[in-house]
């Protein structure tokens, strides 16, 4: 996944950043974690102090937010800490902490009702602590001070805290592995036996605080095994990264303090570091804190005046605040040195001197800023507002001028141009004349009007809602072209195309980019005429065709849909069809003004079906049949289904039949009655039976009162 900080307003999330200006993290080993980075002002106007900044799991609450025109660019920098920090808040003071027994326990004591929950803690030993020195306590300070009590180093998982008795890796690693380390700063202190080293390299390593390693370089006498103890890198352009490596000295800190009449004084020295504060109720503070590498004073008033110094043997850097938050700032190193003074309205003066250069920046509360910057070889002036810039350099071969405006007062000559060669000119300054080149290469081209060859405008912005291509209203011209390879998009772009209308040059075919997404006309503008040789309709893998085959015009459907020719609620009015099928073998049309089934007329007064099979009644499976072989008879012999010639209630009143051969019943079983006898199966009688017997039988098919 992409590298991206992520900014949440409480649990809302605000916007993303995926690319950054410039960023900068460091993690230390003693717990210390930030995280700054600026964006394009334009990208960040949700972004505001208090909100959570979330970086590769880990959180960061935004403490500060100051924006600035750096270049001509308005640009936003956010300063975070990490949200461990809001263990100092007031509202989680402790008033002492006292506690027996095993690191769980007291972590889970410790951050009872915070946003944060006990992780992986490796050590098992109980411990006692007695934080009773000063109160309130913050719950960060307790925290620390009982991580190391418990001899163990603190490790943030997002919301989670851990003990590790390592952090990072045991597995010793080589830093001087080639060219990844550019810078290498070696300091050694026999009076207090300590010894530091600060190391750049080219590009991130597999490094994080807290990783045992070894630095071997022959030219400087160099070979020792240390530890990383802080490690600062940019995470989205992991170049450029710097380590400190050294013994780790735990914050746990013998500490002795007083309580005076309105003052509060403490002393607190431990492990080669004194620290000491002096307080009044009613807020002035002074505090010192050194070590064998310096010290750092802090002064403030109650009325939030500070004054900071902080000084080591490789320079010092001294703050002052006044009420108002107007701000001057020094920092001096035997490389150079840096001032700037700030008012609370945004007014900004710098200087900033090095061993081969000078710059100062004067910058006002609107935007308006002029830099002068000085080497051995070059001088240049930068004076820029909100919406233009000028810029002038000096060297001892050229100079060069880039300014909206440049008035030159008396006759100019330039000599350059005289003769043919190369003529570079900002565009950006050309804003009257003409211009003739063979060719302008540029990134941007910003016009109102563009003219062809022939003196006729080739494209126009009319008003800023309307552009002309190919005329300018008054005219056009006869064929306009536009080339594609595979596709010509026209929409309103939404950012994707979702919604274009595509021409497909590929395929030859004029498409939407979103399926059933284009209608073409409406209800209140429709087309006139459309002419195609075919229309297809789709719906699924079911198609209908309107057009011509063979020369023959058809509307066709086909597929497993259900077709239809109007509906149950809307009808056609009227049709015009010279023959109707029914289905592949059943037609109607129409003879003159006879209906005809298959050729053969039904109804009107001329009902002739001669020479056709008719079928009557019943059902499709069981019916009565006319046939071409001039017969009458069922269609099917089913027992189930039969067929009847009248009924018990309705009789044929003449019947005529046996002009030749006459056969009732297909079988013995067959039932026979006459003069509305009830039907009988065939009787017998014997070649020896009485008259009497005869009667009897006859009598039973009705022959015989």
Partial sequence: MAMQISIYDINLLKCRFTRVLGASLIDKLSGERTLNFSVLASRSQTLSVGMTAELDGQYYSIVRVSKKI?????VTTAQCEHISYKLNDEA??????????TPAEGMAELLYGTPFSVGVIEATERVECYFTDQSPLSRRNALMRFIDACGCEVEYDGYKINLRKHRGSTVRKLLMDGENVTDLSVTIDSRENTQSYDIALFKMADLQAGDEVNITYTPMGINVNTRIVSIEYDPFYRYSVRVKVGDYVPNLMASNATQLDKVKQEFRAADGRLESTIETVDGNLSSLTQTVSGFDLRIATAENEVAQLSLTVNGFNTRITDAESNVAQLSLTVNGFDTRIESAEGDISAISQRLTSITTRVENAEGNISTVSQTANKISWIIASGTSSTNFTMTDRAVKLVADKIDLSGYVTISALGTAGKTTINGANITTGTIHADRIDTSTL?????????????????????????????????????????????????????HALIIDTSDHCIRPATIVDWDLGNISYPFGDVWCEKITIRNSSNDAFIGYNGGTFEIVANGSAVNRLGSSTYYWDTGYITKLYL?????????????RVNGTAIGGSDPNMAGKEVRMGGSTSYYILANTSRE???????????????????????????????????????KLGFFSTAPVARQTVSNTATVATLITALKKYGLIG
Avoid at 70 to 74: V, Y
Avoid at 654 to 664: L, P, R, W
């Fill in 446 to 498: 910003r016009v109102n009007t563009i003219y062809a060859a022939s003196g006729k405008v080739s494209l126009k912005e009319y008003t800023s809602s309307n552009m002309y291509i190919g005329g300018d209203g008054t005219w056009n011209y006869d064929y306009t072209y536009i080339f594609a390879g595979a596709q010509i998009k026209l929409a309103s772009w939404d950012g994707v195309g979702t």
């Fill in 583 to 595: 289905n592949s073998s059943c037609y109607i049309d129409a003879f003159g003004s006879t209906l």
């Fill in 92 to 101: 989680y003071n402790l008033v002492t902490f006292v506690f027996e027994g």
């Fill in 632 to 670: 009458l008879r069922p269609y099917s012999t089913s027992t189930s289904y039969p067929c009847y010639l009248g009924t018990s209630s309705y009789y044929w009143h003449y019947a005529y039949i046996g002009s030749n051969t006459t056969k009732i019943g297909n079988s013995t079983s067959s």
């Fill in 70 to 74: 750096t270049g001509g660019f308005p």
